[in-house]
């Protein structure tokens, strides 16, 4: 397949080497730790506002990050050997660290902050399931039966103090994938110190975003009333980050722009041509003025509810939409350009091959599977938990 | 220690993983040739090469690289009277074949082979996640495509675009200064075939290799020196167009 090239490139460079499914590992990997800070607004910065999104939040966070290693393994060369980053990491490289900043996170924060919260659920239904169901809960209570007031305290402040680390954890995990970026320095759209800070903060808005389309979604398909006391909290911590995040990025442009060192006249180029649609249009003018806009003007002007709704609705949609743009500018941006200087490549993305978009497509559908199954399993919401009289949620929801 | 049923069902699998690393790590056989006596480096005399492609045809031929990838190439400037900042850069088929004739219209032209630079702190080396790539103790950059994972981080790292996937492999792929050879005594495959002498293998730490009465007596540089990784590729005669 004949690769179009402008000016010229390095022979080694014309064939991208990272694909979509690099732009899908830190666009999912920012949704899992965006969603966990929302989660932990409520738990441990006592918002009583977001609370209906707090068990839902968490889940969203489980099912994308059991997700996270998918397109990574699908990326390797050669995927029986990622094993190897476990059992002999290269202490110097900062994509070793991967396995462990993610097995930390997902056992260590995520699951067992889960396992926590919902371990009374478990335990009663464990003992009120019939079948399979039953086999399963009790499964999930990994032994663990006692439901006493002493010990449902004892989760409560278990649970307050893994949040507490987990906040950490979030940034560093994604704060981490930003770092994996920044420090190339061998390629200057990458290599920037304000890289893991970008990222931590589009994570935040990201995760923000897709929980409140979800929570939006999720409360609409069981034919609940939406709380907008709740939504109109989450739309305001979603213009707060996405202001800073948007500022961030701002700062780190004005200084490329300022400074126009050996790098800024292709890279310049490169936005104005091959970037054009995809940073300028979809990423800046309406993935980020344009919700930051609607956001902005939510907080001024009186508008009905049902208005608020549907504005917040394409608010969010918006901005995961141009998160994701974010993170294609980013990964396949950083490529297209040589690292001479003098020219240009094209990214052709193959349809049905193992990095082509039909993986890509339904490796962004399997969260949402996941997810559902873990709603199914651990209802996020009390009305629908049928949880048995008695057995009031540790976190319900109002 | 006395070997019990269950005892053995442990050891024989440890032991089995401890052998592979045992044989993964044997070097090659070169019974006279000492790793830490070697420093190994390249001499590239810009003026005196040609753009013949006779480096490129001959390194693919003895290291079996697939069309369409270089582990040395060559690349042609064309600069025009002060456009230093804007050459014009060309490499069709990594000059493997030869250059088509450049229409003269005043500017200077010129050849620069490339090749991996065998950094001395490289950033290939320090981003593979699980050190498939290394520098021997000789100063020469490889990998070990029996453990490469082929995640390509290293390509992204490497300043000079001098790695690349090799697709029959599926594993990162780059110039070894024909380290099969230059450990019986030989020079490497591009160095061997170059008509006019613009490369040149050279031992740093052989008091005796002509390199360095070379370095004394001439401005030589090296790609990219602001990248800080220590390259070992050095040239002599390189116009500051040349990146």
């Known amino acids: 397949m004949q690769i179009p090239v402008e000016g010229f490139m390095y022979p080694n460079e014309v064939e991208l080497q990272w694909s979509i499914l690099i732009v899908l590992y830190p666009f999912i990997t920012g949704l899992v730790a965006g969603a966990f800070i929302l989660a932990s607004l409520e738990r441990v910065f006592r918002v009583e506002a977001v609370k209906p999104t707090y068990r839902l939040a968490l889940l969203t966070a489980l099912a994308f990050l059991l997700v996270a290693p998918l397109p990574l393994q699908l990326h390797l060369g050669h995927p029986e050997r990622s094993l190897e980053m476990y059992l002999t990491p290269h202490r110097s490289s900062a994509m070793a660290m991967f396995g462990f900043v993610y097995l930390w996170y997902l056992m260590a924060v995520l699951l067992l902050e889960i396992w926590l919260d919902y371990r009374h659920d478990i335990v009663v239904r464990s003992q009120t399931e019939k079948g399979w169901k039953r086999l399963v809960y009790r499964g999930l209570t990994l032994g663990s039966t006692n439901v006493s007031e002493r010990s449902l305290h004892v989760d409560e402040r278990l649970g307050y103090f893994i949040t507490l680390i987990g906040i950490p954890s979030a940034f560093l995990l994604h704060g981490y994938v930003g770092f994996i970026f920044g420090s190339v320095k061998a390629n200057p759209w990458w290599s920037s110190p304000l890289m893991p800070i970008v990222f931590i903060f589009s994570a935040m808005v990201s995760g923000i975003a897709a929980v409140m389309l979800l929570y939006m979604l999720s409360t609409r398909l069981r034919g609940q009333r939406i709380d907008m006391r709740c939504l109109d909290k989450i739309a305001q911590y979603l213009l707060y980050t996405f202001v800073i995040d948007f500022s961030l990025e701002m700062m780190d442009l004005l200084q490329r722009i300022y400074e126009a060192d050996e790098s800024f006249r292709s890279l310049d180029f490169m936005v104005h041509t091959r970037l054009w649609v995809s940073q300028v249009i979809v990423q800046i003018l309406l993935g980020t003025v344009t919700p930051i806009a609607l956001l902005g003007l939510m907080q001024v002007l009186k508008v009905t509810e049902a208005a608020r709704r549907w504005i917040y609705a394409l608010a969010g949609g918006l901005t995961v939409i141009g998160i994701f743009a974010m993170r294609w500018n980013v990964v396949i941006g950083g490529q297209l350009f040589s690292k001479s200087f003098l020219g240009y490549t094209t990214y052709k993305m193959a349809f049905a091959t193992r990095e082509g978009l039909l993986p890509a497509i339904i490796l962004m559908i399997l969260p949402f599977i996941i997810l559902w199954v873990l709603v199914k399993l651990l209802p996020p919401w009390p009305e629908s938990a049928s949880v048995p009289s008695g057995a009031t949620p540790v976190h319900g929801t109002s | ?243």
């Open chain 2, 1 to 243: 220690m006395e070997i019990t049923r269950r005892r053995l069902l442990v050891l024989l699998p440890a032991a089995a993983v401890a052998w592979k690393y045992v044989l993964a790590g044997t070097p090659e056989g070169a019974p006279n040739y000492e790793l830490t006596k070697h420093w190994w480096a390249m001499l590239i005399d810009i003026p005196k090469c040609i753009g013949c492609g006779s480096c490129v045809r001959a390194c693919a031929e003895e290291n079996d690289v697939p069309e369409g990838y270089y582990r040395t190439w060559i690349e042609r400037y064309h600069v025009a009277d002060w456009k230093i900042e804007r050459p014009e850069v060309e490499s069709p088929d990594g000059g493997k074949y030869g250059f088509p004739p450049h229409a003269d219209d005043g500017g200077k032209n010129f050849f620069v082979p490339k090749l991996c630079n065998h950094c001395a702190d490289s950033p290939c080396t320090q981003v593979c996640p699980v050190g498939a790539t290394f520098i021997s103790p000789d100063g020469v950059v490889l990998v070990d495509k029996s453990y490469c994972l082929g995640c390509r981080y290293c390509i992204q790292a490497c300043p000079y675009g001098c790695r690349f996937l090799n697709p029959k492999t599926n594993t990162a792929d780059k110039c070894t200064l024909c380290y099969h050879r230059i450990t019986k005594g030989l020079t490497t495959a591009c160095c061997e075939v170059c008509p006019t002498g613009a490369r040149q293998l050279a031992d740093l730490k052989n008091p005796k290799d002509p390199i360095h009465e070379f370095l004394k007596t001439h401005a030589v540089q090296i790609l990219k020196p602001y990248m800080a990784t220590g390259a070992k590729v050095f040239y002599n005669g390189m116009d500051g167009s040349v990146r």
